[in-house]
């Protein structure tokens, strides 16, 4: 079995350098734990502190990136820093993101920006809520669609798409999805991902699930349902549950 994906990504949650540093220790110490990579995602400033010279076995992530390869774009983040900086991984079209206006087309081209970095995207998809008539599921299509489409074949192969139903962020475990739904909405994706990719190529595409996942219920959801890892927001800042978060998977 492949190893499982966990992404910590630490959102505003961590403010200090002295509780990045705690918590890429207590990182470091479970990056020994069987079967899973650990991907931390600090806010990017915190990335430049962290990042540089690392030599352990976790990688680091940037929480967004800029659109802009010009020199004179104050107050942007370009791809080429976050490499040079030791990012590995960048997330891209958080929801979080999304609702401070972040349309479709800017995260096609923030993803095109990461690859030509040579960097892996972490698309994040998910609707805001399930109407009766399952149309979240053309939107979710569309998400998928409008990233993959411009892309070149070679590209494809090194996209990640994270599914986070809005409805599941933020809230506990209990609110988080059902595995067995979990399960069905990794095939619907890796079902969108043929049109996109071939076909083993879509079954071997790395999936994600983020929304609630807690130390309590990220084992259930890992074994019902096909997932390659998980997207973990304010779990993975916590210093009491991270480390049984992790060790669950093991
Ligand atoms: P959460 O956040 O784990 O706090 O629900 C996940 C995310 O938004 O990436």
Same mark, same amino acid.
């Given at each position: 079995?492949?190893?499982?994906?966990?992404?910590? !990504?630490?959102?505003?949650?961590?403010?200090?350098?002295?509780?990045?540093?705690?918590?890429? %220790?207590? %990182?470091?110490?479970?990056?020994?734990?069987?079967?899973?990579?650990?991907?931390?995602?600090?806010?990017?400033?915190?990335?430049?502190?962290?990042?540089?010279? !690392?030599?352990?076995?976790?990688?680091?992530?940037?929480?967004?990136?800029?659109?802009?390869?010009?020199?004179?774009?104050?107050?942007?983040?370009?791809?080429?820093?976050?490499?040079?900086?030791?990012?590995?991984?960048?997330?891209?079209?958080?929801?979080?993101?999304?609702?401070?206006?972040?349309?479709?087309?800017?995260?096609?081209?923030?993803?095109?920006?990461?690859?030509?970095?040579?960097?892996?995207?972490?698309?994040?998809?998910?609707?805001?809520?399930?109407?009766?008539?399952?149309?979240?599921?053309?939107?979710?299509?569309?998400?998928?669609?409008?990233?993959?489409?411009?892309?070149?074949?070679?590209?494809?192969?090194?996209?990640?798409?994270?599914?986070?139903?809005?409805?599941?962020?933020?809230?506990? %475990?209990?609110?988080?999805?059902?595995?067995?739904?979990?399960?069905?909405?990794?095939?619907?994706?890796?079902?969108?991902?043929?049109?996109?990719?071939?076909?083993?190529?879509?079954?071997?595409?790395?999936?994600?699930?983020?929304?609630?996942?807690?130390?309590? !219920?990220?084992?259930?959801? %890992?074994?019902?349902? !096909?997932?390659?890892?998980?997207?973990?927001?304010?779990?993975?800042?916590?210093?009491?549950?991270?480390?049984?978060?992790?060790?669950?998977?093991?």
């Amino acid at each position: 079995m492949e190893a499982m994906l966990i992404v910590a !990504n630490w959102k505003t949650y961590v403010e200090t350098r002295e509780e990045a540093k705690k918590l890429l %220790a207590s %990182a470091k110490r479970l990056a020994s734990v069987r079967r899973v990579k650990l991907v931390l995602v600090p806010p990017a400033p915190l990335l430049g502190l962290l990042a540089p010279g !690392n030599r352990s076995k976790v990688s680091f992530g940037a929480q967004d990136v800029s659109t802009t390869t010009v020199g004179n774009a104050t107050g942007e983040v370009s791809a080429a820093v976050l490499r040079s900086i030791g990012a590995k991984y960048v997330i891209v079209g958080h929801s979080e993101r999304r609702a401070m206006g972040e349309t479709d087309a800017v995260v096609a081209e923030k993803v095109k920006r990461v690859l030509a970095e040579g960097l892996t995207p972490i698309v994040c998809v998910g609707e805001r809520e399930r109407d009766a008539d399952a149309r979240y599921l053309l939107g979710l299509k569309q998400q998928i669609g409008s990233v993959f489409a411009p892309l070149d074949p070679k590209q494809r192969l090194s996209v990640i798409i994270a599914y986070e139903p809005l409805w599941a962020i933020g809230k506990q %475990a209990a609110d988080s999805i059902a595995a067995s739904d979990l399960g069905e909405m990794v095939l619907y994706i890796r079902k969108v991902l043929g049109n996109y990719l071939p076909g083993k190529a879509a079954a071997k595409a790395v999936v994600l699930y983020g929304g609630s996942v807690e130390a309590s !219920n990220i084992r259930g959801l %890992a074994g019902g349902s !096909n997932v390659d890892g998980f997207l973990v927001g304010h779990a993975s800042v916590d210093p009491g549950m991270f480390p049984n978060l992790v060790k669950a998977l093991a």
